[in-house]
C-alpha cells in the first residue's frame, strides 16, 4: 500500500511523474476514452503483480494490453488479415482484439494469466497515448477500481475506490464513451464477442471482412479469455434490481427516458449519454445510504447491449 493518492491534472509535468512512477514498477491511474486505466509496464511480472494486488483482480482474469499503433501491437501478437483489417478501421479506439501471442513475446505471462492470447488495444485518449510515448514499452491497464466493483470514469473515482493503493492518478475530465472497449476474439472463422461495448459485433466482423462465430467463454461454467468476463462484475455495494418502472421503499431509482427516478441515465433516451453516464450514476447511488438501487429497462439495441450486459453482471448473485 502507497501513501495518500495523488491526482494531479493532465500536463506535462503529472506525465514525467507518471512516466518515472510506471519505470520504477508502480501503478499510475490514467483517463482513456473508456473509463480510467491503473497503467503499468505491461513487460514486468512484478509490476504487473501491484496492478492485481492494488485491484484485489483473481489471477485468472488476463489485463488489456495498451499499444500506441499496430506496428507495437505486431510485436507482441500475430494479426491475421481480419485483425488487420479491424485495427485499421478501429484503432485508436474502444476496440480490443484477442490475439495469439507471438513466441518470445515481451508481455509478462502474469498479464495474460497464462494464456496463449494477448488482449491488446490501442487507445484513442489524449493522455493514455501522451503515456505510453512517455514510457516507451506497452501498459496493461485493467479499469482502476478494486476487482468486481463499479468501473471509474473520473479520477476521484479512481482515488475513491483505490484508497492508498496507487500512487497518482491524471485527471483529465470524465471519460467520454463511459464503458469499457468492445473486445472480440478474431481467427479465421470468424469475429468471436467476448464482452460488448461501444462498437458492435456485426460492425466489427464487417471491418474485418468475417462472420460472427460463437461467442467465448462467459466466466458462467466456461473458460475466461478476456477481461469482464465474470458473471458478477461492476457491482456496486447495494443490490442491484433491472427493468424498474418505479423504486421500492429503500431503493434509489436510476432512470431512463421516461422513467423518472432519483438520477437518469438519459432523460432524452439516448444511448450513446446513457453510456457515457452509466458507472457515475452507480456510484452516485452508492453513495445515496439507500440499501438497494433499481435501474429503469433500458433498449437492447445498438449500444444498450454493452449497457445491459454491465447492469446484468452488476445485479448477479455474489
Known amino acids: 500500500m502507497t501513501a495518500a493518492t495523488e491526482i494531479l491534472p493532465f500536463g506535462d509535468d503529472a506525465?514525467?511523474?507518471?512516466?518515472?512512477?510506471?519505470?520504477?514498477?508502480?501503478?499510475?491511474?490514467?483517463?482513456?476514452?473508456t473509463v480510467y486505466g491503473l497503467a503499468a509496464d505491461?513487460?514486468?511480472?512484478?509490476?504487473?503483480?501491484?496492478?492485481y494486488a492494488a485491484k484485489g483482480r483473481?489471477?485468472?482474469?488476463?489485463?488489456?494490453?495498451?499499444v500506441p499503433d499496430v506496428g507495437a501491437a505486431r510485436a507482441l501478437v500475430h494479426l491475421d488479415a481480419g485483425a488487420e483489417r479491424l485495427a485499421a478501421t478501429f484503432w485508436p479506439?474502444?476496440?480490443?482484439?484477442?490475439l495469439p501471442a507471438l513466441p518470445g513475446t515481451p508481455v509478462a505471462d502474469l498479464a495474460r494469466a497464462g494464456l496463449p492470447t494477448i488482449a491488446v488495444r490501442a487507445p484513442a485518449h489524449r493522455a493514455m497515448r501522451a503515456l505510453l510515448a512517455a514510457c516507451g514499452r506497452p501498459l496493461a491497464a485493467p479499469s482502476a477500481?478494486?476487482?468486481?466493483?463499479?468501473?471509474?470514469?473520473?479520477?476521484?473515482?479512481?482515488?475513491?475506490?483505490?484508497?492508498g493503493c496507487v500512487p497518482l492518478v491524471l485527471d483529465d475530465g470524465p471519460c467520454a464513451v463511459g464503458i469499457e472497449s468492445t473486445i472480440v476474439g478474431v481467427a479465421a472463422d470468424g469475429v468471436r464477442l467476448l464482452?460488448?461495448?461501444?462498437?458492435?459485433?456485426?460492425?466489427?466482423?464487417?471491418?474485418?471482412?468475417?462472420?460472427?462465430?460463437?461467442?467465448?467463454?462467459?466466466?458462467?461454467?466456461?473458460?475466461?479469455?478476456?477481461?469482464?468476463?465474470?458473471?458478477?462484475?461492476?457491482a456496486p455495494a447495494g443490490l442491484v434490481r433491472l427493468n424498474a418502472v418505479e423504486a421500492l421503499p429503500g431503493e434509489w431509482l436510476i432512470g431512463f427516458g421516461a422513467v423518472i427516478g432519483h438520477d437518469s441515465l438519459s432523460r432524452r433516451g439516448d444511448l450513446v449519454e446513457a453510456a457515457a453516464n452509466l458507472f457515475a450514476a452507480l456510484h452516485r447511488a452508492d453513495a445515496s445510504g439507500r440499501a438497494a438501487i433499481a435501474v429503469?429497462?433500458?433498449?437492447?439495441?445498438?449500444?444498450?447491449a454493452a449497457i445491459n450486459d454491465r447492469l446484468a453482471r452488476a445485479a448477479a448473485p455474489r
Open 15 to 33: 506525465l514525467a511523474r507518471a512516466a518515472a512512477l510506471i519505470a520504477a514498477g508502480e501503478p499510475v491511474g490514467v483517463p482513456t476514452e
Open 58 to 66: 483473481p489471477s485468472f482474469n488476463p489485463l488489456i494490453v495498451h
Open 42 to 51: 505491461a513487460t514486468s511480472g512484478e509490476a504487473v503483480a501491484r496492478i
Open 93 to 98: 479506439g474502444p476496440l480490443t482484439m484477442v
Open 145 to 163: 477500481n478494486a476487482s468486481g466493483t463499479i468501473s471509474p470514469t473520473t479520477a476521484a473515482h479512481v482515488a475513491a475506490s483505490l484508497p
Open 195 to 234: 464482452r460488448p461495448g461501444p462498437i458492435g459485433i456485426a460492425e466489427a466482423a464487417a471491418a474485418a471482412g468475417l462472420p460472427i462465430a460463437d461467442s467465448g467463454g462467459d466466466g458462467d461454467g466456461g473458460g475466461i479469455e478476456a477481461p469482464g468476463q465474470l458473471a458478477s462484475h461492476y
Open 296 to 304: 429503469a429497462p433500458v433498449p437492447q439495441e445498438g449500444l444498450g
